[in-house]
C-alpha cells in the first residue's frame, strides 16, 4: 500500500525532536512493508513566504518531502484550502508519478486541510489522527472553522489517542466518537534490562519530557522536594533544549537539591530505554497531555508511573502500579512519590515482567502498525465504492434529541452501511458552501456522483440552521440545480407539511407566519424547479403537496433493532412529544381506570412545562413521567411489555409517520394504535399491536384483554420481531437508491 503522510509539524535539523514521533510511526508502517511518503508542509505568514521549490530527503525507508506554504490572512482564508492543497500535490508530483492508495493526515491544520485538498483532486481516503490539545481552543476564524468541519465530517476515519480526548473532539467539533489509537512504543523499550533498578537505592524518579511550561519541571522538582523530607530519593530530568536545561540546573543548585536532583538534559532516543530500566517511577505532571507518549514508554519498560489527571494520565496511567493526581496539585504530587517509594510498586522483576506484557498488547510495534494499516485500508476500501452527495441544511448531531434531527443521521449512516462513500453536503451556511465546492471539483476530477440525497429541516431551508452563522439564500437551490445539469439524480426526504396544519402559522395572521408560509412554498418550488424527487413519509401524504404525484414516493422512518426482554404483566410506555396535536387523554383515562396497568411516559421537559395542567391529576404510583433520549432509553424499553402510539386521529395524523413507532418495532414491541391514523393502518397491516378506536373505554376494554389473555400481547410482539428486519434504516436506503437509479436510467 502506498501511504502520503501529511504531518503538521515534524523534525529537521533545527528541532530534531519536534514531532519525532510521527516519524518513528511513519517508519513503523514502512518497515511492516508498505511504501511511505512524508510530505511534510512548513506554514510561513504570507508576507515572508517566498515559494521555494520543494526539498527532497531519504530517511531510511522514507521519502520526505518538505515544501513551505504560507498562511493567509482571515480576509483570504477562503482560498486557503486549495491553494495549500495546490502547492502539496505540486511537490508531491515532482517525486512521484503514481497516487498514494491512502492520505493520513496528523492534526488538523495545517495537516488535514492539505490531505483533505488532495483526497479531493485525488479521489483518495483520508485518515487523520489528532494529537494537539490545543486544536479545541484555539481561535479561527469562521472561514477556516468551516474547512476544518467540513474536512472532519468528509474524513473516511477520524482518530486520536486516548478516550477523554476523543469524547472532547466530538462534543468540539460536533462529529461521532474518534477511534482511539494508543502511541506506539518501539520494541527496545520491551527489550530493555530491568535487573538495574532492582537493586538501586534509593528510590529513582525519573521525568522526560521537552521541559516546557506545560510539562511543570518546577513544580515537579518542587514537590519531590518536599517529598524528601520523609523519603530517600532521587529524581532524574531528561530532554529539553540546552537553555532550558542550564536554567533548571541554576533552579535546582538555588533551593538546595543539587545533590538529590540531576538533570541529565537532552538523551538520545535510542539511549532512553536503558535510563528508564535504571529507575523505578515515571513523574509526568503536566498541565495537558492528549497521549502521552512516556506514558506508554513507561509501561513498557515496567516502571510505576506518577501522572496528572490529564486525558493521556487517565487513559494510560495503570491502576495496579500507578497514581493518578490531580492537575496543579503540588501536595498530592508530592504525597504520591512519597507513597510510591515507600511501597515501591513494581520494583520487582517479575512485577515489572507482568506490566510489560501487558504494554506489548496495546503499545506495541505490531499492535501499532496493525491498527493503523487496518484504518489505511478502510478510507482506501470506502473510495472505492460508489460515491454519493448527502445534502441536509444544518449539522447532523451525532446525539439528536429528537426525531427531526435522528432521521438524517441514521440515513447518512444507512448509506455508507449499504455501500456508498457518502460525501456530506451539511451543516451551516458557510460549511455547505465548503462541501458544495468540493462536490463541484470532485465531479470536474472525474469522480461520478451515483445520486444526492437531500433531508430537509422542519424549518424552512434558508433558516434550518443558526442565523448567527450566517445566511446563503441561494445555496441550496444552486445545489439542487448543480445536481440537475450535471446529470445526478437527486432525492429529498420532505419531512412534513406541519406548516399547513399549524394554527399558528395558518390561522393567526402574522408577519412572522406570512413570511414562513412564503418561505415554505418558496422551498416547494425550488424542488419542483429543479425536478428533484421527492421521498415522503407516506404515499397519502402525496395529495396534500402540489407536485406531481409521479416526482414522489413513500419513504418512512426505519427501524434500529435492539433486542429487548419481554417483562410479565402489562408495562406501557410511551415515548415522544407531548402537545395539543398528540392528544394522549383517552390513554391517561384508560390506564387510570384499569388495574394492575403501568404507565411511563419520556417526554421532553419542556413539553412537560407546558401541557403539565393537562395530564398531572392523572399521575399516580401506576402513571408516571420521566425524561431522557439515546441510551437512557434502553432501561424503558427493557421494562416495558407493550409501547403506546394511541393518539387522538386528525387531517395530519392520517399521513404522518411517526419516528417513535418503527423505534417500537425495532425493539420487539408490540404497539397500542389509534384507528384513523397512518400508524394505525400501517401497524395493522404488520399485525403488530391492536388497532382500536380512539376512546378511553375501547382502550381499556383492549387492556383488560390483554391481560386476560397475555397470550395475545406475545403474538403481536412474535410480529413485531418479525418484521422489523424489513424496516431498519439499512433498508430504506437502499429503496431511495432503487429509486434513484430507476431516474437515471
Known sequence: MRVLIVPSWYPDAEQPLNGSFFREQAAMVAEAGHEVTILAPRMIPLTRWRADAPTLEHDGDLTVI?????????????AEQELLGGLAERAYRSVHEALPDVIHAHSVTPGLLIAQDLGVRWGCGVVVTEHRPSSLTVARSPQRRAHLLHALADAAVVATVSEPFSEA??????????????????????????????????YTFLHVSNLLPNKRVEETIGAFGRATETIE???????????RVEELRAHVEAIGLAERVEVLGSVDREHLPDLMARCHCLVLASAVEAGGTVLGEARATGLSTIATATWGGRTWVDPVSGIVVPVDDPTALSEAMVTMARERKAMRREERDSARAGARDTFSTGAFTT??????????????????????????????????RLRPLRMFEAFSEIGYRVHPLVGAPRQRAVAFRSARRRLRAGQKMAMLYSENSTQPNLIAARIDEGLAPLLDARILWWARRRGVPAGEFYRDVYWRFSTSLRAVRTPRSAMMNLLYRLDLAVLRFARVHL??????????????????????????????????GLHLLYVGGLGPEYGLDACFEAVSGTAGVTLTL??????????????EHHLSERIRVVHGSGAELEPLYEAASACVLFVEPGEYRTFAAPVKFFEYVGHGKPVLLSRGTYAGDLGERLGVGPVLEYSADALQAELETLRAQPDRLDRFAEAARRVRYDQTWRARAGQAAERLGQLRS
Open 169 to 202: 473532539i466530538a462534543e468540539h467539533y460536533d462529529i461521532p466518537r474518534p477511534e482511539v489509537i494508543p502511541l506506539p512504543v518501539p520494541g527496545p523499550f520491551f527489550e530493555s534490562v530491568t535487573s538495574a533498578a532492582e537493586e538501586c537505592s534509593p
Open 371 to 404: 491498527r493503523q494499516v487496518e484504518m489505511y485500508r478502510r478510507a482506501a476500501d470506502a473510495e472505492a465504492t460508489p460515491r454519493m452527495v448527502f445534502h441536509a441544511p444544518f449539522p447532523l448531531e451525532p446525539r439528536p434529541q429528537g426525531a427531526s
Open 233 to 243: 530519593a532521587r529524581l532524574l530530568i531528561a530532554g529539553g533544549a540546552p537553555q
Open 535 to 568: 421521498f415522503l413519509p407516506s404515499e397519502r401524504m402525496a395529495p396534500i403537496i402540489p407536485i406531481a404525484e409521479e416526482a414522489s414516493s413513500a419513504l418512512p422512518p426505519g427501524a434500529t433493532v435492539v433486542e429487548s426482554a419481554t417483562p410479565e
Open 66 to 78: 518538505r515544501v513551505t506554504v504560507p498562511a493567509l490572512p482571515k480576509f483570504l482564508q477562503r
Open 602 to 615: 419520556c417526554v421532553p421537559p419542556a413539553d412537560w412545562a407546558k401541557n403539565r395542567s393537562r395530564y
